[in-house]
Structures are given as C-alpha cells and as structure tokens.
C-alpha cells in the first residue's frame, strides 16, 4: 500500500516533537522535584534557626520555668509552622513533640536519626519518622549545644511527603497540560505546512506519470516564488520540449520518408525510361543530369544524418588550420549563384578588413557557411537583400549573415537549433528540408568553443552571426 507523504512527515515530525516534549519533561520532572525538595529543606533550616535560640537559652539556664517557657514557646512555633517539630535531650528523652509518643516507643527512631549525624551539626534525611506521622516525610534535624555546659538537644525538623508531592503533581498537571497544547497547536501548524509542500507534489507527481504514459499535453498547474514553483514551471518546460520533440520526431519520421522516396522514385523511373528506351537516346543527358541532381540530395541527406551521429558519439575531431573565413564566404556563396540570380537578390559585403583570417576546421566552417547562406537564400523574398558583415573585437571575428524576408517568430527562436525542427511554417512554403541545418551548424559552433546568436524581426530581417577566433 502506498504511504501518504504528508501523513509520514506530520507523523514523523511530531514523533521526534512528542520523543523531545517526554524528555524536557522528565529533564524538568526531575529539576522540578529537587527544586521543592531543596527549598522545602532550606524553609526547615530556617525554622530550626528560629528554634536555636530558645532551645540555647533553655540549655544555658536548665530550671523549670525555663523549661516551661520553652515548651510553651515552641508550642506556639509549632502552631505558626507547618512543619512537625521534635525536641529530646541526648540520650533521647522527649523534650517536646507535636505528636503524642513515649520516650520508650521514640527511642528505635531517635537512635536511628543518631545513627545518621555522625559529627555533622545538620543532618537531612527521608522516610526516619514515616511510622510516626503516618506517612511519607522529610526530616532536617540539629544539635543545639549549651555554652555553659556539656547538654546538647537534637532538635528534628519534619515535613509531611505528600504535601510536597502534591505541589508537584499541581506543577506537573500544568507542565503536561502546555506540552499537549503545544502538541496540538504543532499538528495542526506541520499539517498546513506539509499539505502546501505535498499538495504541488501530488500534482507533479500526475503531471509526471501521464508524461510516463505518453501524454505530454499534461501541466502542472502550480504558481509561486518558491523552488516548488521553479521546479514546477521547469517540469512545464520539459513536458514542451518533448512535445515538440515528438511532434518533430514524427514530421522527420514523415519528411525523412518523402525525401527518400522522392529522389529514388525519380531515379528508378528515369533509369528504367533510359533502359527499356521509354526517353529517348537524345534526351538522356538532360535525365542523367536530374539522376545526378537526386543522388546528390541523396548524399547530403545521409551526410547530414552521419555528421548528427559523429556528433552525439562525440566522434568529431577538430582539424584546426588559419584560413580567410572572407574568401571562403564568396566562393560558398557562387555556389548559389542561379538561386541569388534566379529570385534576384542583392548580396552585400561589409568588412573591416579586405581578409580575415581565423584559426578553425575549415571544411565544418565551410558546412556552416553553407548551411546558413543556403537558409538565407532560400528564404530571402525575391528582389530582397543578403548582407554578410565581418569584424574583428577580442580576438575574434564576428561573422554575420542577415536576410530580408518573412523572418522567425520569436516563440520560434528558441527551438531553431533542435534537430528535426522546421521553421517553414513561419518562414517560407518551401518544404525541401528536414531540420537539421542549424542544429549541426550549433554542433559545429560548440565544438570550437564559439558562439552563434539570431535575433528576427518578423517581415523585416534575419541575422544569425557566429564567431571564429582569430589567427595569432
């Protein structure tokens, strides 16, 4: 069964907050508890500092009336104080007690506490008088010694367990009522943070498994500044890429075919017209000639499907020579001569200097040339205008070869240089290529290290410049 994301993050998080909150509150259940026992302890030392000084004067002056104040004295202490108080003479005789004992039934818990004050003048201890008080109790205890004389009286100072426990429990019930609070408000606080973090993932996550199943007209319909909205808008991004890779895979899979079969049927047909003398002896030049022309498309067809390969196994090795890109230019452009001349184009040169000489591979140079003049004289519009410009910054030359026309929309511009990718929709009705001209000259471009821009003002001009270095 598949687990909930946002249930296992708020379940994880307050697991780790409930695993905290049961320590603090034993780290302050244990802070808490020496915290009353200590100050419950310190309030007795100071009840018993009270006590010493009669309990001294009685000792220095040992007669009965002395005795009697005292006793009346620490009877009203007693009454004052919530704590139980025991006096008795050193060989454990009761001198006075809050609680009705015999000396006989004293004497095992007197010996006992003895046991325990060695030569400390203060003693603290737990549980001594618990039979006496019936139930849980603390006890601070001193010696109070006579100046005048050797007497000494203990004086033993209780206070009653539950009491004390009873303070704690209230504090403890308070401590545990705020954890549970804190817990509560925490759910619900992780719940609203983990559901906005799950929800655009859930969302992304359907977006991802139709794009599995092959539908890439999903989106993911989440907008926002964070990084979930970046990744969102990314995931948007890739779902067009490959959408249009698909639809372009499927035209080149279509263009690919035509141009194919187009060239073989035209050379199958004249070839078996030659052979069986449908054409006529006279007329065979001017068909070889055509034959020659379709093998030549065919040729540049598989030449550019075989560069792409070299290209994507990496097989490609510069062979770098000084070359004048300039003259290399005009002569690609006589190449074009009957098409220039034929839609009567004006060409134009614009150079800084009568040469420029770069440091490149020139025959992938001169496949780039070709490509773009080519593009450029196949989409100029009759009576337009070629202007192929040069100059020399940074040691490098910036090549640039622009076109009148119809031009590149600019939501175009930015797939130019995928492979399989046609711009004949918004550029011209010629439909002879198969899209794969700018994505090698890219290929090109890259390996040298260079760069290649086209900006396009629809109905206007055309400009793809590319850079070569130059020859030191």
Not at 57 to 75: H, V
Not at 76 to 98: A, H, P, R
Not at 132 to 138: A, L, M, P
Not at 187 to 193: C, E, Q, R, S
Request: with cysteine; hydrophobic share 40%.
């Amino acid at each position: 069964m598949r687990k909930s994301v946002l249930k296992s993050m708020v379940f994880g998080a307050l697991s780790v907050m409930l695993v905290s909150m049961l320590v603090l509150t034993l780290v302050f259940f244990y802070s808490v508890k020496s915290n009353i026992v200590s100050e419950t302890y310190a309030d007795m030392n100071n009840c018993l500092e009270n006590i010493r000084p009669l309990a001294k004067m009685s000792l220095d002056f040992t007669t009965r009336k002395m005795l009697m104040f005292f006793q009346a004295s620490i009877q009203q202490f007693s009454n004052m104080t919530k704590y139980n108080l025991i006096v008795c003479e050193s060989d454990g005789g009761i001198i006075w007690s809050d609680v009705e004992i015999s000396n006989s039934e004293f004497e095992k818990y007197f010996y006992l506490s003895k046991s325990k004050f060695g030569k400390r003048p203060l003693m603290r201890t737990a549980g001594i008088f618990d039979d006496i008080y019936g139930g849980g109790t603390i006890t601070s205890a001193e010696i109070v010694k006579s100046d005048s004389s050797d007497n000494f009286w203990y004086v033993f100072c209780s206070a009653s367990a539950p009491s004390i426990s009873s303070l704690f429990t209230n504090v403890l019930l308070e401590v545990m009522l705020m954890v549970l609070a804190a817990l509560m408000f925490m759910a619900v606080f992780l719940y609203l943070i983990t559901n906005s973090i799950t929800s655009p993932l859930r969302k992304i996550n359907s977006a991802v498994k139709a794009f599995s199943k092959g539908d890439f007209s999903r989106r993911v319909h989440y907008k926002s500044g964070n990084e979930l909205g970046e990744l969102a808008d990314n995931i948007n991004a890739m779902a067009d890429s490959i959408e249009n890779l698909e639809r372009m895979r499927s035209d080149f899979v279509s263009d690919v075919s035509h141009e194919l079969r187009t060239p073989m049927t035209s050379i199958s047909g004249f070839v078996e017209g030659l052979l069986d003398g449908t054409i006529p002896k006279e007329n065979s030049e001017k068909y070889l000639s055509i034959v020659l022309s379709e093998s030549k498309r065919l040729s540049r067809l598989v030449n550019d499907l075989l560069n792409i390969s070299r290209f994507d196994r990496g097989k490609t090795k510069l062979n770098r020579t000084d070359f004048n890109i300039l003259e290399l230019a005009k002569v690609i452009l006589i190449k074009f001569e009957s098409e220039v001349t034929k839609k009567d184009i004006n060409v134009e040169f614009d150079s800084d200097s009568p040469e420029c000489i770069v440091n490149a591979d020139k025959d992938l140079y001169t496949q780039v040339l070709t490509n773009i003049v080519h593009n450029a004289v196949k989409f100029t519009n009759t009576g337009g205008t070629i202007r192929l410009k040069l100059s020399e910054k940074n040691n490098k030359c910036f090549f640039t070869v622009e076109n009148s026309g119809k031009g590149i929309e600019k939501d175009k511009l930015n797939f130019i240089w995928e492979r399989f990718y046609k711009t004949d929709d918004s550029r011209s009705t010629d439909k002879s290529g198969v899209g794969l001209g700018l994505y090698i000259v890219k290929r090109i471009i890259d390996a040298h290290g260079e760069n290649i821009y086209v900006t396009s003002t629809p109905n206007v001009v055309t400009k793809f410049t590319f850079t070569a270095e130059l020859s030191n």
